[in-house]
Protein backbone atom coordinates (compact mmCIF):
# COMPACT_ATOMS: atom_id res chain seq x y z
CA UNK A 1 0.00 0.00 0.00
CA UNK A 2 1.39 3.88 -0.27
CA UNK A 3 1.14 5.62 2.07
CA UNK A 4 2.77 9.12 0.80
CA UNK A 5 1.52 10.15 -2.26
CA UNK A 6 4.13 10.90 -5.02
CA UNK A 7 3.31 14.41 -6.08
CA UNK A 8 4.90 18.09 -6.62
CA UNK A 9 1.83 18.71 -4.13
CA UNK A 10 2.81 21.39 -0.94
CA UNK A 11 1.34 20.34 2.04
CA UNK A 12 0.99 23.33 4.12
CA UNK A 13 -0.92 23.90 7.06
CA UNK A 14 -2.80 27.43 8.59
CA UNK A 15 -2.50 27.76 12.07
CA UNK A 16 -4.00 30.23 14.51
CA UNK A 17 -2.80 29.92 17.84
CA UNK A 18 -2.30 33.57 18.10
CA UNK A 19 -3.31 34.51 21.78
CA UNK A 20 -3.81 38.02 23.22
CA UNK A 21 -1.89 39.58 20.20
CA UNK A 22 -3.08 40.16 16.54
CA UNK A 23 -2.14 38.25 13.72
CA UNK A 24 -2.82 41.01 10.69
CA UNK A 25 -1.60 40.90 6.77
CA UNK A 26 0.29 43.44 5.86
CA UNK A 27 -2.30 44.99 2.91
CA UNK A 28 -2.81 48.60 2.44
CA UNK A 29 -6.33 47.62 1.57
CA UNK A 30 -7.17 44.73 3.98
CA UNK A 31 -6.66 43.09 7.51
CA UNK A 32 -7.32 39.85 8.93
CA UNK A 33 -7.37 39.90 12.60
CA UNK A 34 -6.69 36.59 14.35
CA UNK A 35 -6.09 37.18 17.98
CA UNK A 36 -8.74 38.30 20.61
CA UNK A 37 -6.86 40.45 24.08
CA UNK A 38 -8.44 42.49 26.48
CA UNK A 39 -8.70 44.89 23.73
CA UNK A 40 -9.87 44.14 20.05
CA UNK A 41 -7.40 45.92 17.48
CA UNK A 42 -9.63 45.37 14.86
CA UNK A 43 -13.19 46.55 14.92
CA UNK A 44 -14.21 43.88 11.76
CA UNK A 45 -13.66 40.79 13.74
CA UNK A 46 -16.61 38.94 13.31
CA UNK A 47 -18.59 38.69 16.52
CA UNK A 48 -20.51 35.63 15.97
CA UNK A 49 -16.41 34.02 15.76
CA UNK A 50 -15.72 35.53 19.17
CA UNK A 51 -18.77 34.64 20.63
CA UNK A 52 -18.14 30.49 19.58
CA UNK A 53 -14.54 30.87 20.94
CA UNK A 54 -15.27 32.24 24.29
CA UNK A 55 -17.98 29.34 24.52
CA UNK A 56 -14.65 26.30 23.96
CA UNK A 57 -13.58 25.46 27.00
CA UNK A 58 -10.39 24.46 26.06
CA UNK A 59 -8.59 25.01 29.35
CA UNK A 60 -5.14 23.48 29.69
CA UNK A 61 -5.02 21.04 32.90
CA UNK A 62 -4.29 22.34 36.21
CA UNK A 63 0.17 23.19 35.58
CA UNK A 64 1.83 21.09 37.94
CA UNK A 65 5.67 21.36 39.19
CA UNK A 66 6.70 18.52 40.59
CA UNK A 67 10.21 18.61 42.40
CA UNK A 68 12.64 16.02 41.48
CA UNK A 69 14.66 14.12 44.34
CA UNK A 70 17.45 11.68 43.46
CA UNK A 71 16.10 7.78 44.30
CA UNK A 72 13.24 6.67 42.89
CA UNK A 73 10.07 8.85 44.04
CA UNK A 74 8.77 12.30 43.38
CA UNK A 75 9.43 14.71 46.37
CA UNK A 76 6.42 17.03 45.41
CA UNK A 77 3.41 16.54 44.33
CA UNK A 78 2.22 20.07 44.80
CA UNK A 79 0.30 22.53 42.01
CA UNK A 80 2.10 25.29 41.17
CA UNK A 81 -0.81 27.75 41.95
CA UNK A 82 0.64 30.69 40.94
CA UNK A 83 1.36 29.64 37.75
CA UNK A 84 -2.26 28.11 37.57
CA UNK A 85 -3.50 31.87 38.40
CA UNK A 86 -1.62 32.95 35.68
CA UNK A 87 -3.12 31.02 32.81
CA UNK A 88 -6.60 31.50 33.86
CA UNK A 89 -6.60 35.45 33.49
CA UNK A 90 -5.82 34.59 30.76
CA UNK A 91 -8.96 34.89 28.21
CA UNK A 92 -7.47 33.78 25.18
CA UNK A 93 -5.46 30.80 25.04
CA UNK A 94 -3.26 29.93 21.85
CA UNK A 95 -5.58 26.63 22.10
CA UNK A 96 -8.86 28.33 21.93
CA UNK A 97 -8.87 27.32 18.12
CA UNK A 98 -10.16 30.27 15.32
CA UNK A 99 -11.44 28.52 12.73
CA UNK A 100 -10.87 31.43 10.29
CA UNK A 101 -11.53 31.15 6.85
CA UNK A 102 -9.05 33.34 4.71
CA UNK A 103 -9.00 34.50 1.33
CA UNK A 104 -5.63 33.49 0.45
CA UNK A 105 -5.62 35.26 -3.20
CA UNK A 106 -5.86 38.46 -1.12
CA UNK A 107 -2.43 37.20 1.34
CA UNK A 108 1.02 39.65 -0.05
CA UNK A 109 2.92 38.22 2.88
CA UNK A 110 3.83 35.12 4.04
CA UNK A 111 6.25 33.21 6.48
CA UNK A 112 6.23 29.41 5.47
CA UNK A 113 8.12 26.37 7.32
CA UNK A 114 9.82 24.35 5.09
CA UNK A 115 10.46 20.66 4.77
CA UNK A 116 10.57 20.23 0.91
CA UNK A 117 11.99 18.40 -1.26
CA UNK A 118 12.15 21.38 -3.44
CA UNK A 119 15.81 22.25 -2.00
CA UNK A 120 18.59 20.19 -0.72
CA UNK A 121 19.55 19.74 2.49
CA UNK A 122 18.05 18.40 6.50
CA UNK A 123 15.39 19.10 8.11
CA UNK A 124 16.23 17.03 11.36
CA UNK A 125 14.03 14.41 12.95
CA UNK A 126 10.03 14.30 14.22
CA UNK A 127 10.88 16.42 17.38
CA UNK A 128 13.41 18.96 15.45
CA UNK A 129 10.68 19.60 12.74
CA UNK A 130 8.26 20.57 15.49
CA UNK A 131 10.88 22.74 16.95
CA UNK A 132 11.45 24.54 13.88
CA UNK A 133 7.30 24.84 12.82
CA UNK A 134 7.09 26.68 16.80
CA UNK A 135 9.75 28.81 16.72
CA UNK A 136 8.93 30.24 12.88
CA UNK A 137 5.18 30.51 13.85
CA UNK A 138 6.76 32.84 16.25
CA UNK A 139 8.55 34.40 13.72
CA UNK A 140 4.71 35.04 11.96
CA UNK A 141 3.41 36.65 14.55
CA UNK A 142 6.36 39.28 15.55
CA UNK A 143 6.34 40.05 12.12
CA UNK A 144 2.01 39.92 11.58
CA UNK A 145 2.47 37.61 8.40
CA UNK A 146 0.42 34.29 8.30
CA UNK A 147 2.14 31.34 8.85
CA UNK A 148 2.03 28.39 6.56
CA UNK A 149 3.94 25.46 6.65
CA UNK A 150 5.41 23.50 3.33
CA UNK A 151 6.06 19.84 4.17
CA UNK A 152 7.05 16.82 1.29
CA UNK A 153 10.08 15.23 2.96
CA UNK A 154 9.87 12.27 2.40
CA UNK A 155 6.07 12.89 2.22
CA UNK A 156 3.14 15.04 2.48
CA UNK A 157 2.39 16.00 5.56
CA UNK A 158 -1.35 16.20 4.89
CA UNK A 159 -1.33 13.06 3.97
CA UNK A 160 -0.78 11.70 7.68
CA UNK A 161 -1.85 15.02 9.50
CA UNK A 162 -5.02 17.22 8.82
CA UNK A 163 -5.60 20.53 10.43
CA UNK A 164 -7.13 19.76 13.99
CA UNK A 165 -9.25 22.70 14.04
CA UNK A 166 -9.87 24.60 10.45
CA UNK A 167 -9.51 24.33 6.70
CA UNK A 168 -6.37 25.44 5.40
CA UNK A 169 -6.54 24.15 2.15
CA UNK A 170 -4.34 25.90 -0.33
CA UNK A 171 -3.20 26.33 -3.81
CA UNK A 172 0.75 26.88 -4.29
CA UNK A 173 0.62 28.35 -7.50
CA UNK A 174 -0.96 31.34 -5.94
CA UNK A 175 2.91 32.92 -4.65
CA UNK A 176 4.60 32.02 -8.08
CA UNK A 177 5.20 35.24 -9.11
CA UNK A 178 5.89 36.65 -5.53
CA UNK A 179 9.08 38.14 -4.02
CA UNK A 180 10.32 35.37 -1.91
CA UNK A 181 13.19 34.29 0.24
CA UNK A 182 14.54 31.13 1.70
CA UNK A 183 16.37 31.14 4.93
CA UNK A 184 18.01 27.78 5.66
CA UNK A 185 18.59 28.39 9.49
CA UNK A 186 19.31 24.70 9.99
CA UNK A 187 21.76 23.75 13.63
CA UNK A 188 24.04 26.65 13.99
CA UNK A 189 23.41 28.36 10.79
CA UNK A 190 20.70 30.04 12.94
CA UNK A 191 22.93 31.67 15.02
CA UNK A 192 22.97 34.53 13.10
CA UNK A 193 19.21 35.93 13.62
CA UNK A 194 19.33 35.69 17.46
CA UNK A 195 19.75 39.56 17.57
CA UNK A 196 16.74 39.47 15.24
CA UNK A 197 14.91 37.50 17.50
CA UNK A 198 16.00 38.83 20.88
CA UNK A 199 14.63 42.24 19.40
CA UNK A 200 18.58 43.60 19.33
CA UNK A 201 17.88 44.42 15.87
CA UNK A 202 14.37 44.79 13.69
CA UNK A 203 13.27 41.24 12.61
CA UNK A 204 11.24 42.71 9.51
CA UNK A 205 14.01 43.76 8.07
CA UNK A 206 15.37 39.96 8.22
CA UNK A 207 12.40 38.48 7.00
CA UNK A 208 11.37 41.28 4.79
CA UNK A 209 10.31 39.23 1.52
CA UNK A 210 6.60 38.74 0.86
CA UNK A 211 7.23 34.93 1.10
CA UNK A 212 10.13 33.81 3.46
CA UNK A 213 10.72 30.74 3.80
CA UNK A 214 12.74 29.14 6.43
CA UNK A 215 14.31 26.14 7.08
CA UNK A 216 14.92 25.24 11.19
CA UNK A 217 14.80 22.98 13.74
CA UNK A 218 15.81 24.99 16.89
CA UNK A 219 13.58 26.21 19.68
CA UNK A 220 14.55 29.80 19.95
CA UNK A 221 11.67 30.52 23.12
CA UNK A 222 14.41 31.46 25.17
CA UNK A 223 15.65 33.99 22.71
CA UNK A 224 12.12 35.43 22.11
CA UNK A 225 11.50 35.80 25.95
CA UNK A 226 14.58 38.42 25.74
CA UNK A 227 11.99 40.74 23.44
CA UNK A 228 11.62 43.71 25.37
CA UNK A 229 7.98 44.26 24.60
CA UNK A 230 7.14 39.86 24.40
CA UNK A 231 4.73 39.85 27.21
CA UNK A 232 2.34 42.17 25.68
CA UNK A 233 3.12 40.72 21.76
CA UNK A 234 2.80 36.97 22.75
CA UNK A 235 1.85 36.42 26.42
CA UNK A 236 1.31 32.98 26.40
CA UNK A 237 5.01 32.30 25.68
CA UNK A 238 5.89 33.93 28.62
CA UNK A 239 3.44 32.42 30.62
CA UNK A 240 3.26 28.27 29.48
CA UNK A 241 5.98 26.24 30.36
CA UNK A 242 7.99 24.40 27.60
CA UNK A 243 5.73 20.74 27.92
CA UNK A 244 2.47 22.88 27.73
CA UNK A 245 3.49 25.57 24.70
CA UNK A 246 4.47 22.41 22.89
CA UNK A 247 1.31 20.27 24.30
CA UNK A 248 -1.04 23.10 23.01
CA UNK A 249 0.39 23.75 19.92
CA UNK A 250 0.45 20.01 18.92
CA UNK A 251 -3.06 19.23 19.97
CA UNK A 252 -4.62 22.77 18.55
CA UNK A 253 -2.52 22.45 14.85
CA UNK A 254 -2.90 18.51 14.33
CA UNK A 255 -4.74 15.58 14.18
CA UNK A 256 -4.18 12.06 12.24
CA UNK A 257 -5.87 12.13 8.82
CA UNK A 258 -8.52 9.42 7.34
CA UNK A 259 -5.12 7.39 6.55
CA UNK A 260 -3.30 7.42 9.90
CA UNK A 261 -6.19 7.08 11.75
CA UNK A 262 -7.29 4.03 9.97
CA UNK A 263 -3.81 2.36 10.54
CA UNK A 264 -3.94 3.41 14.08
CA UNK A 265 -7.50 1.74 14.61
CA UNK A 266 -6.10 -1.49 13.09
CA UNK A 267 -3.21 -1.75 15.04
CA UNK A 268 -5.16 -1.54 18.12
CA UNK A 269 -7.91 -4.00 16.69
CA UNK A 270 -5.21 -6.39 16.09
CA UNK A 271 -2.61 -5.78 18.42
CA UNK A 272 -4.56 -4.85 22.03
CA UNK A 273 -5.92 -6.84 24.01
CA UNK A 274 -5.71 -5.81 27.60
CA UNK A 275 -7.11 -2.79 29.50
CA UNK A 276 -3.56 -0.69 29.54
CA UNK A 277 0.08 -0.01 28.12
CA UNK A 278 3.15 0.34 29.74
CA UNK A 279 5.88 1.70 27.07
CA UNK A 280 9.37 2.43 26.54
CA UNK A 281 10.92 4.63 23.94
CA UNK A 282 15.14 3.32 23.85
CA UNK A 283 16.99 4.91 21.14
CA UNK A 284 20.53 3.08 20.74
CA UNK A 285 22.06 4.83 17.31
CA UNK A 286 24.34 3.22 15.33
CA UNK A 287 21.08 1.59 13.40
CA UNK A 288 22.67 -0.37 10.16
CA UNK A 289 19.50 0.33 8.35
CA UNK A 290 20.12 4.19 8.55
CA UNK A 291 23.50 5.36 7.34
CA UNK A 292 25.00 8.35 9.86
CA UNK A 293 23.33 7.44 12.62
CA UNK A 294 25.84 7.93 15.36
CA UNK A 295 25.97 5.18 18.19
CA UNK A 296 24.52 6.52 21.79
CA UNK A 297 25.79 5.45 25.35
CA UNK A 298 24.37 1.69 26.20
CA UNK A 299 21.45 1.26 28.48
CA UNK A 300 21.54 -1.71 30.06
CA UNK A 301 18.21 -3.18 29.17
CA UNK A 302 18.02 -5.43 32.72
CA UNK A 303 16.55 -2.10 33.96
CA UNK A 304 14.13 -2.04 31.43
CA UNK A 305 13.10 -5.60 31.97
CA UNK A 306 13.42 -5.25 36.06
CA UNK A 307 10.65 -2.55 35.66
CA UNK A 308 8.18 -4.38 33.01
CA UNK A 309 8.91 -7.34 35.05
CA UNK A 310 6.86 -6.02 38.35
CA UNK A 311 3.85 -4.76 36.15
CA UNK A 312 1.01 -6.75 36.24
CA UNK A 313 0.85 -9.11 32.78
CA UNK A 314 -2.91 -9.50 32.85
CA UNK A 315 -3.53 -6.09 33.26
CA UNK A 316 -1.17 -4.31 30.74
CA UNK A 317 0.05 -4.82 27.04
CA UNK A 318 4.19 -3.92 26.49
CA UNK A 319 5.53 -1.63 23.73
CA UNK A 320 8.52 -0.74 22.74
CA UNK A 321 9.37 2.33 20.11
CA UNK A 322 13.12 2.05 18.87
CA UNK A 323 15.42 2.59 16.68
CA UNK A 324 17.21 -1.13 16.97
CA UNK A 325 15.38 -4.00 16.08
CA UNK A 326 17.80 -6.19 18.46
CA UNK A 327 15.76 -4.20 21.23
CA UNK A 328 12.68 -4.91 19.91
CA UNK A 329 13.26 -8.77 19.12
CA UNK A 330 14.86 -9.08 22.98
CA UNK A 331 11.63 -7.61 24.16
CA UNK A 332 8.78 -9.51 21.95
CA UNK A 333 11.01 -12.95 23.19
CA UNK A 334 10.58 -11.94 26.82
CA UNK A 335 6.90 -10.92 26.89
CA UNK A 336 5.77 -12.92 24.26
CA UNK A 337 2.31 -12.76 25.11
CA UNK A 338 2.19 -9.34 26.10
CA UNK A 339 4.48 -7.55 23.09
CA UNK A 340 2.49 -5.45 20.54
CA UNK A 341 4.44 -3.94 17.43
CA UNK A 342 3.73 -0.92 14.88
CA UNK A 343 4.03 -2.06 10.99
CA UNK A 344 6.85 -1.37 8.83
CA UNK A 345 10.60 -1.23 9.33
CA UNK A 346 12.84 1.20 11.24
CA UNK A 347 14.04 4.38 9.87
CA UNK A 348 15.17 7.69 10.56
CA UNK A 349 12.61 10.42 8.22
CA UNK A 350 15.40 12.37 7.55
CA UNK A 351 17.97 10.05 6.33
CA UNK A 352 18.27 8.02 3.71
CA UNK A 353 17.43 4.48 3.98
CA UNK A 354 16.84 0.85 2.29
CA UNK A 355 13.42 0.70 3.87
CA UNK A 356 10.55 2.27 2.08
CA UNK A 357 10.38 6.08 3.45
CA UNK A 358 6.93 5.22 3.12
CA UNK A 359 6.61 2.91 5.26
CA UNK A 360 9.30 4.62 7.52
CA UNK A 361 7.24 7.90 7.82
CA UNK A 362 4.06 5.80 8.56
CA UNK A 363 5.68 3.26 11.70
CA UNK A 364 7.48 6.27 12.90
CA UNK A 365 3.88 8.16 12.98
CA UNK A 366 2.17 5.15 14.80
CA UNK A 367 5.11 4.85 17.42
CA UNK A 368 4.20 7.90 18.15
CA UNK A 369 0.46 8.10 18.88
CA UNK A 370 1.10 5.14 20.73
CA UNK A 371 3.37 6.33 23.08
CA UNK A 372 1.56 9.50 23.54
CA UNK A 373 -1.36 7.34 24.53
CA UNK A 374 0.40 4.96 27.21
CA UNK A 375 -0.47 4.61 30.78
CA UNK A 376 3.06 4.05 31.90
CA UNK A 377 6.15 5.43 29.45
CA UNK A 378 9.75 5.36 29.81
CA UNK A 379 12.11 7.65 27.73
CA UNK A 380 15.24 7.60 26.78
CA UNK A 381 17.84 10.53 25.99
CA UNK A 382 15.89 11.53 22.28
CA UNK A 383 14.07 14.50 21.36
CA UNK A 384 11.64 11.96 20.16
CA UNK A 385 11.21 10.59 23.65
CA UNK A 386 10.84 14.43 24.97
CA UNK A 387 8.20 15.50 22.63
CA UNK A 388 6.28 12.10 23.56
CA UNK A 389 6.83 13.28 27.30
CA UNK A 390 5.60 16.87 26.36
CA UNK A 391 2.29 15.98 24.20
CA UNK A 392 1.47 12.67 26.49
CA UNK A 393 -2.42 13.02 27.27
CA UNK A 394 -1.35 12.44 30.94
CA UNK A 395 1.13 13.47 33.52
CA UNK A 396 1.30 10.25 35.99
CA UNK A 397 3.20 7.04 35.22
CA UNK A 398 6.32 8.62 33.66
CA UNK A 399 9.74 7.54 33.52
CA UNK A 400 13.32 8.63 32.57
CA UNK A 401 16.31 6.53 32.12
CA UNK A 402 19.66 7.42 31.77
CA UNK A 403 22.37 4.75 32.40
CA UNK A 404 21.21 2.13 35.22
CA UNK A 405 18.96 4.80 36.42
CA UNK A 406 15.79 4.42 35.52
CA UNK A 407 13.40 6.86 38.11
CA UNK A 408 9.69 8.33 38.03
CA UNK A 409 9.96 12.21 36.43
CA UNK A 410 7.97 14.67 35.46
CA UNK A 411 7.02 16.52 31.92
CA UNK A 412 7.97 19.85 33.68
CA UNK A 413 11.36 18.38 34.73
CA UNK A 414 12.51 16.09 31.79
CA UNK A 415 14.28 18.96 30.46
CA UNK A 416 16.61 18.97 33.96
CA UNK A 417 16.90 15.32 33.36
CA UNK A 418 17.73 15.58 30.03
CA UNK A 419 19.76 18.26 29.04
CA UNK A 420 21.23 19.14 26.29
CA UNK A 421 20.15 20.21 22.62
CA UNK A 422 17.04 18.25 22.20
CA UNK A 423 14.07 20.77 21.60
CA UNK A 424 16.59 23.24 22.62
CA UNK A 425 15.30 25.09 25.49
CA UNK A 426 18.14 27.63 26.67
CA UNK A 427 20.82 27.08 24.31
Not at 285 to 296: A, M, Q, V, Y
Not at 358 to 380: A, V
Request: hydrophobic share 35%.
Amino acid sequence: MNYCKRNHCIGLVLISFMVGTYFAVRNTEKHYTFGIGASLLDNQINNDLIDQIRKQEFWMNSSKNYSFGIGASLLDNQINNDLTDQIRKQENWMNSSIPTVINITDIKYVVVYDCSKARPGACGGWSDRMSGILSTFIIAVLTKQPFLVNFDKPCILQDYLVPATFDWRYNASIFQRRNTAYHNLIDYSSNKIKSFLTGSKDINTYFSRDVNFIRMNWDFTESFRKRPNIGSEIPWLTKLTYADIYKQMFEMLFKPSPLLDQAIKEQYRRWRSRPKIACAHVRVGGNPTIPKDLKRKNKPLEILWQYFDTLNKTEYDLFIASDSEQVKDAGKKRYHGNMIDTVGKITHIDRRSKTDPNEGFLKMMLDFYTLITCDKLIITYSGFSILTAYVRQTDDGLYCWRGRDLRPCSRYTVQNIFPGEFLAPGT
